[in-house]
């Protein structure tokens, strides 16, 4: 066992790795260490030869789909390509997403691509089309917290998005394509359970367990299921597809009992493919794949009547996951299912008489909730205080009551089993608003040098041990738990220009004070929330919001909903208009812990366009200082420079307008002086910030720039000295490097 054991982390250990070893080199080892399988004595060898047989092969996995990203050459050209669209497309604010699998394209397009119409029109799964599509590498937001998406992309196989242009053209079906008949199936399932059930919440619950499909569910429900800790009730989990199979089995067992002539083997192998079925309709993701993979094992086990532990069959299922696909080590998903599976099992290792009954489900349910709390906080920074209570109520509602319903109204195409499918999930939702209203628990980022004491007294709990083991157990857990995120120093200002894509929002911090200039577009929970609760903000005391463009304000209002503001101050009126502010005027000071604000723009009564009105801040430390100066125009930085002077001289300059062509002029950059520049954009944005001409006349001025699009969040520390580092700079595992836009051309400090 210990074998597979090693093949796995050789596996794991590749994704960490910022270069690819040579895989060839790998078996080279192998060989040399080869009559280490006939040697007893020599297992620190063996091992050796088993982790280089895992490295070796994730290593010439990875290299395979390096080779495959998409050609430098072709980023936003317009290509015609040919494939067939792969799952169920999803409906959104900005367009329909959908995954395509390219048959013919242009060398150097990558075989599957996430690609969005904007024109809203209707893509049946499984259908077959031409397309002109513009692509470019995946991206996403690099914060010090928050959703991953290069990550992500990496991990789906995905390695280039895209828009699609309006012409298209329908190919014939390929009647050999299995895939798209099963994602065919899965389609004609959704539109019959929501012509039935109706729009909302209730509906998109019930697609969810019917074929996984949980595209449906909108944003703030998946806040309140994580506030609950449920997130995993309202996914085709091991737990709804190991039900399927025990309900089957044990419907096999009761027709042998009756009398029919049933070979004792088929009721375990009915259950099994039945629940490899609802595997393959719910998708077949990570958690669906681990649970078929361990239902086989032991089905295997019991044919062959072989006696295989818990762990064994664990451990196998995690190697085949490993085996079919190693990048799956990517997910999150990946680990907490078999992070608290295997909490489950480990409570069971080594005992004579296991507790029964009720005794035995609240050891399981504490098993999983000490297992869960490390990997939460770490991950996101939060962890559900009721999370034990919301799964010792929803999973067996959900479980035993409505997954069964809800695959029963699958398999019979009866309108009044819909209506109570819907009813059921109705109720689930009263009951997960009622427990998110209590509070999570909340971390700020915790440094990996308190992980590994955690992890050690994270298994000490999960084992059967005695309570002296226990109790230094909790010891072990009380640095994680009791740890608090540093702060400046009083004098100094801790500035981060967050990466929140073609947008804006900086977060200010000082010894005893937290504060926000702008908040990006989309919804707060993306990026800000995640950030505020890494960085340690119990409440923000100010927030700024220059004016009123949605790259600036957009995410205010859902901010506001979710995080205390004891301030609001707005250069518009229209910006968080539901909520009471201020005016952001100019003369507006005040001091926090050594470090000066000053508002400079806009004066009282001034009137112009959005971006001529926009708040413009001065933050100032006894020896730096950093300007912030929104979307302000030429015309308000030449305002500036008459009105302020040499008084503007600031260490950073955030520029304005993204870095458009419209700001930082060289009478403004020359009046400023920065030693920094800061751009704010999103990657290959359409409005091309930062403007070439921008750049250099930032380089012509011998002014190094560094921009959110290329190295992330920017994070600055103005005191005695000026410290900047930024979200990609320092390790990248090669996965993220191969992702990074090459640099090598900016001016660096």
Request: hydrophobic share 55%.
């Given at each position: 066992m210990f074998r597979l054991a090693f093949l796995c982390a050789g596996i794991v250990l590749c994704a960490l790795l910022p270069a690819l070893p040579p895989w060839f080199l790998?078996?080279?080892?192998?060989?040399?260490?080869?009559?280490?399988?006939?040697?007893?004595?020599?297992?620190?060898?063996?091992?050796?030869?088993?982790?280089?047989?895992?490295?070796?092969?994730?290593?010439?996995?990875?290299?395979?789909?390096?080779?495959?990203q998409l050609d430098p050459a072709l980023h936003g050209q317009r290509l015609t390509i040919s494939g067939v669209v792969r799952g169920l497309p999803a409906p959104g604010e900005y367009g329909v997403r959908l995954r395509f699998e390219v048959d013919k394209a242009p060398p150097g397009t990558p075989p599957l691509l996430a690609l969005n119409d904007y024109s809203k029109r209707d893509w049946p799964a499984g259908s077959r089309w031409q397309l002109q599509v513009r692509l470019r590498p995946p991206r996403g937001a690099a914060n010090v917290a928050g959703f991953d998406a290069e990550r992500w992309y990496w991990s789906e196989g995905v390695l280039a998005t895209g828009s699609i242009a309006k012409g298209r053209q329908v190919l014939p079906p390929d009647k050999t394509d299995v895939l798209a008949w099963i994602d065919h199936q899965r389609q004609a399932i959704v539109h019959r359970l929501q012509a039935t059930a109706g729009p909302g919440r209730d509906s998109a619950l019930v697609v969810a367990l019917a074929v996984g499909a949980q595209q449906w569910?909108?944003?703030?429900?998946?806040?309140?299921?994580?506030?609950?800790?449920?997130?995993?009730?309202?996914?085709?989990?091991?737990?709804?597809?190991?039900?399927?199979?025990?309900?089957?089995?044990?419907?096999?067992?009761?027709?042998?009992?009756?009398?029919?002539?049933?070979?004792?083997?088929?009721?375990?192998?009915?259950?099994?493919?039945?629940?490899?079925?609802?595997?393959?309709?719910?998708g077949f993701s990570v958690?669906?794949?681990?649970?078929?993979?361990?239902?086989?094992?032991?089905?295997?086990?019991?044919?062959?009547?072989?006696?295989?532990?818990?762990?064994?069959?664990?451990?196998?299922?995690?190697?085949?996951?490993?085996?079919?696909?190693?990048?799956?080590?990517?997910?999150?998903?990946?680990?907490?299912?078999?992070?608290?599976?295997?909490?489950?099992?480990?409570?069971?290792?080594?005992?004579r008489q296991p507790a029964s009954?009720?005794?035995?489900?609240?050891?399981?349910?504490?098993?999983?909730?000490?297992?869960?709390?490390?990997?939460?906080?770490?991950?996101?920074?939060?962890?559900?205080?009721?999370?034990?209570?919301?799964?010792?109520?929803?999973?067996?509602?959900?479980?035993?009551?409505?997954?069964?319903?809800?695959?029963l109204c699958v398999v019979l195409p009866v309108d009044a089993l819909v209506w109570l499918a819907g009813q059921l999930a109705g109720g689930f939702w009263l009951g997960v608003d009622w427990l998110a209203q209590w509070p999570p628990y909340t971390r700020p980022q915790l440094p990996w040098q308190l992980l590994p004491a955690a992890l050690l007294g994270s298994l000490m709990l999960v084992l059967?041990?005695?309570?002296?083991?226990?109790?230094?157990?909790?010891?072990?857990?009380?640095?994680?738990?009791?740890?608090?995120?540093?702060?400046?120093?009083?004098?100094?200002?801790?500035?981060?220009?967050?990466?929140?894509?073609?947008?804006?929002?900086?977060?200010?911090?000082?010894?005893?004070?937290?504060?926000?200039?702008?908040?990006?577009?989309?919804?707060?929970?993306?990026?800000?929330?995640p950030v505020l609760r890494a960085r340690g903000v119990q409440q923000l005391n100010v927030l700024w919001l220059s004016h009123n463009d949605n790259d600036h304000d957009g995410a205010a209002d859902s901010l506001l909903r979710q995080w205390p503001v004891r301030l609001l101050y707005r250069g518009q009126e229209a910006s968080a208009a539901d909520w009471r502010g201020q005016p952001c005027v100019a003369g507006q000071s005040w001091a926090w812990d050594g470090v000066r604000f000053d508002v400079l723009a806009p004066?009282?009564?001034?009137?112009?366009?959005?971006?001529?009105?926009?708040?413009?801040?001065?933050?100032?430390?006894?020896?730096?200082?950093?300007?912030?100066?929104?979307?302000?125009?030429?015309?308000?930085?030449?305002?500036?420079?008459?009105?302020?002077?040499?008084?503007?001289?600031?260490?950073?300059?955030?520029?304005?307008?993204?870095?458009?062509?419209?700001?930082s002029s060289a009478i403004w950059l020359a009046s400023v002086q920065p030693r920094y520049a800061v751009a704010s954009a999103g990657f290959m944005n359409r409005y091309r910030h930062p403007h070439?001409?921008?750049?250099?006349?930032?380089?012509?001025?011998?002014?190094?720039?560094?921009?959110?699009?290329?190295?992330?969040?920017?994070?600055?520390?103005?005191?005695?000295?000026?410290?900047?580092?930024?979200s990609r700079s320092g390790w990248q595992p090669y996965w993220a490097g191969s992702r990074v836009v090459a640099t090598t051309t900016l001016p660096q400090p």
């Open positions: 790998l078996p080279a080892l192998a060989l040399m260490l080869w009559p280490c399988w006939w040697g007893r004595r020599q297992g620190w060898r063996c091992a050796l030869l088993w982790l280089a047989l895992g490295l070796s092969y994730a290593s010439w996995r990875a290299d395979t789909r390096l080779a495959q569910l909108t944003r703030s429900e998946w806040t309140t299921l994580a506030a609950t800790g449920l997130t995993h009730v309202v996914s085709v989990s091991g737990l709804h597809i190991s039900l399927i199979a025990v309900l089957i089995a044990w419907l096999g067992h009761g027709l042998r009992r009756l009398g029919l002539p049933l070979p004792a083997w088929l009721p375990r192998w009915a259950g099994m493919l039945a629940a490899l079925a609802y595997a393959v309709l719910a958690p669906t794949q681990r649970t078929v993979w361990m239902l086989l094992v032991a089905v295997l086990g019991l044919s062959l009547r072989r006696s295989l532990s818990g762990l064994q069959v664990w451990l196998a299922a995690l190697t085949v996951v490993l085996l079919l696909d190693p990048f799956a080590v990517l997910a999150v998903g990946f680990w907490l299912s078999f992070l608290l599976v295997g909490a489950l099992v480990a409570g069971e290792t080594g005992l009954g009720w005794l035995r489900a609240l050891k399981a349910q504490w098993r999983v909730t000490v297992a869960s709390v490390l990997p939460l906080l770490y991950l996101f920074g939060s962890f559900p205080v009721l999370s034990p209570l919301a799964n010792a109520l929803g999973i067996p509602y959900v479980s035993m009551l409505l997954t069964p319903l809800v695959l059967p041990l005695g309570l002296a083991w226990q109790t230094l157990a909790c010891t072990a857990l009380l640095p994680v738990l009791l740890y608090r995120a540093p702060r400046p120093p009083p004098g100094e200002l801790w500035a981060e220009v967050l990466d929140v894509g073609q947008g804006l929002s900086v977060l200010l911090q000082t010894a005893k004070h937290d504060a926000l200039f702008d908040t990006g577009a989309g919804d707060a929970s993306r990026v800000l929330l004066r009282l009564g001034a009137q112009g366009e959005d971006n001529a009105l926009s708040c413009v801040l001065r933050v100032a430390t006894p020896t730096r200082a950093l300007l912030l100066s929104g979307d302000a125009p030429q015309a308000v930085e030449d305002e500036l420079v008459t009105r302020y002077g040499a008084q503007l001289r600031s260490d950073v300059l955030v520029l304005g307008h993204h870095g458009s062509r419209t700001s070439a001409e921008v750049v250099a006349r930032l380089a012509a001025a011998g002014i190094p720039l560094w921009r959110s699009d290329w190295h992330g969040a920017v994070r600055l520390q103005l005191g005695q000295r000026l410290a900047l580092q930024t």
